[in-house]
Structure formats: C-alpha cells, structure tokens
C-alpha cells in the first residue's frame, strides 16, 4: 500500500502497488506521482518510470490525480472501464459527473489542479478498456474486476489472486467514517450503497484495503467493520430528518454542515475546494432526505423544477423505480458530453411528516 498524506482522508487517498518480476502494476495514482515515486525508491529501489500498468477504479480527482505525470515518465498502459478512460481526460467530465454546477465547474477545475490533476489525452494503443467481471491475468497475479456502482456508475474493484493470497481493491468502499456516494445518484443509491458492500464482504477475501482508510481490513475483522460502516450511513439519515424542523418546512440549501463541516473549513481549504464541498454536501443530505421520504419520515413539497421530484410530488410518494434510468444512465452519459443534465435542487422545501 503506498499511503496518501494527511491520512489519506480525500482528497487524499491510498495506491496500492504490486512488483512482480517483469510487471510493475499500480492501481489508482492518488498519492501523487512525487509521493509513489519516493516510496517505490525508498521501499524497493525503483521509480515511477518503472511502471508497466496503471489499474484505475474510476475517475473522482482523488484517485487520478497522479495519472498525467506517472504516464509521462512511465509509458505505461492503462487499464480501466471504457467510462473511466473517457473522464480521465478531463477534469470538466470529472467534475460534472461528481455533480458540480456548470456555473460552478471552473472551482472543481481548480481544485483539481491544485491537487496535480492535469487534463491530458492518453494514446488509443496505451489504454485498455476493462469489462465488469473479467479476469486479466498480469504477470504471476490474476486480477478480477467487479463493479460495485453505487459509489458512482462504472466503479471497478479488484480482486487480486495467485495461488497463496487473495485480496481485494475496494476503493471508495472505503470503511471509514465519513462514506461517500449519492453523486450522482439520488435517495435510492443509499440503499444499494449498502448492499454493495454487504456483497464485498460476502466474498470472504483474506484482505480488503480501501482508498481511505490505513490500514487492511483481514477476513477475521470484515463483519464488525461492515457493522460499523453500515451504521455510520444509517445513522446519517436519523440526523437528515432531525435537521428538518418539526412545523415549519425547510429549503434543502437552508441546512448546512450535514457531513462536511463547511463552517470549520474556512481558512484551512481552498476557497475552490469548500465551494465544491458545500455542494457535495447538498447531493448527500438530499440523498438521505429521499431515502427518509422512502420511509414516510420527510416528504418534499416543492421540487425547484427537478422532473424527479415533482412527478414524485404529484404521486405523493417516492418512486423508486424510476431513479435508475434517469437519474443514473442518464447523468452518465450526460456528463461525459460535458452537459449537465439536472441542476442541484438547492430550493426544494422538505416537510417533516
Ligand atoms: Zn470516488
């Protein structure tokens, strides 16, 4: 595991590095290329021009913000979801896709850059398209891919075998307290957020190591840390409901500090940065909100002219259905051509019932 800084909280967040004797395979390049290249140095005499295979899980910032200056050095190839590929390139589809504004989208931009994020086109025959459930085998390792999408759509993990180990690469399946989903996808993603990850311990690995989280998780520890982890997200929308007041219905964008503490941020973040967080912010409390409404605890009674919520208010119920297509497939594509799809409904009004 190659560490990010500052505990690998985003945007942070870990590389895991595999040496074999003719591949050299790292999978996402968050820790930054001067970071992996001292630890390859340092730990085992080598450097990021020794790469031969870049894996990466899916495009946010935080795990392919090393990827334009470890591909400059290394040449190696790149293997991801064809989705990956495409938004890779482009800080823009990156963050559109993680449901920033478009008015908004020149302070992801920056905040990408601060970070070491470049925009860069990577040649046809240096990238490798990865399918769900295939396994490629690299060097003395097979490594299966899987994805579990309710992180966002086209999210690979990776199950690493040889004939003595098995682990896995869950990324942003991340086991930590602060979990991380809902862009964008809507109330509906929070269950199958939870299913997703039920379904990774279920495979009974010998490891699993997450992108922000210190240290692996071994087979004898996963059901307690999927406990806990559950709980984090469930208890998220006990606090969603308790933010709306009990009589007097409440503006989505009027609730703040929901999982990033917006208020203690000045001063210790970018101003780029704390403006994307507070909308990140809105998409999880609104996620929770409608996994609340699914429950008969809240219910939305004005949609800020979002198609979903409205035919969900005219029906006086959430409809869970029709999330999927589109809110989902729809964004999906949406983003990749730069457009955005569906504004932020910052001005919705919740109820308590
Ligand atoms: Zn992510």
Redesign the pocket.
């Known amino acids: 595991m190659i560490l990010g800084e500052d505990k690998s909280k985003f945007p942070s967040g870990n590389a895991l590095f595999i040496n074999l004797k003719e591949n050299k395979i790292l999978i996402d390049t968050n820790p930054s290329e001067k970071r992996i290249n001292s630890f390859l140095k340092n730990e085992l005499n080598l450097s990021s021009a020794d790469i031969t295979d870049v894996i990466l899980s899916?495009t946010?910032l935080?795990?392919g913000r090393g990827l334009a200056a470890i591909f400059e050095k290394s040449n190696a190839m790149i293997h991801a979801h064809p989705d990956t590929l495409k938004r890779c390139e482009k800080k823009a589809r990156i963050g559109l896709y993680a449901g920033i504004q478009k008015e908004q989208i020149h302070h992801f931009e920056a905040f990408g850059s601060s970070i070491g994020f470049k925009d860069r086109s990577y040649p046809y025959n240096r990238k490798h398209p990865l399918k769900s459930n295939q396994t490629i085998q690299l060097g003395e390792i097979s490594i299966y891919t899987h994805e579990t999408n309710a992180?966002?759509l086209h999210?690979l993990d990776y199950e690493i075998r040889n004939d003595k180990f098995d682990l896995i690469f869950s990324?942003?399946y991340d086991f930590t307290p602060v979990p991380?989903y809902g862009v964008p996808q809507r109330g509906y993603a929070v269950q199958r957020f939870k299913d997703a990850t039920k379904e990774l311990v279920h495979r009974k690995v010998q490891s699993i190591i997450s992108s922000h989280r210190l240290n692996p998780i071994p087979l004898t520890e996963q059901q307690s840390e999927l406990e806990k982890y559950l709980q984090t997200i469930n208890e998220r929308t006990k606090r969603a409901i308790n933010m709306i007041p009990s009589r007097t219905p409440i503006k989505l964008q009027d609730i703040s500090n929901f999982v990033y503490p917006i208020e203690k941020m000045a001063g210790a973040y970018s101003e780029d940065y704390i403006i994307c967080a507070q909308t990140w912010d809105y998409w999880l409390l609104l996620a929770h909100l409608e996994e609340a409404w699914q429950r008969s605890k809240v219910k939305c009674i004005e949609s800020d002219g979002d198609l979903f919520l409205e035919r969900c208010i005219e029906a006086d119920q959430y409809l869970t259905e029709e999330v999927e297509h589109l809110l989902v497939n729809g964004w999906a594509e949406e983003t990749l051509q730069q457009k955005m799809p569906f504004h932020l409904p910052a001005n919705s009004v919740w109820k308590k019932l």
């Open positions: 899916h946010h935080d795990h992180h966002c999210m990324c942003d991380w």
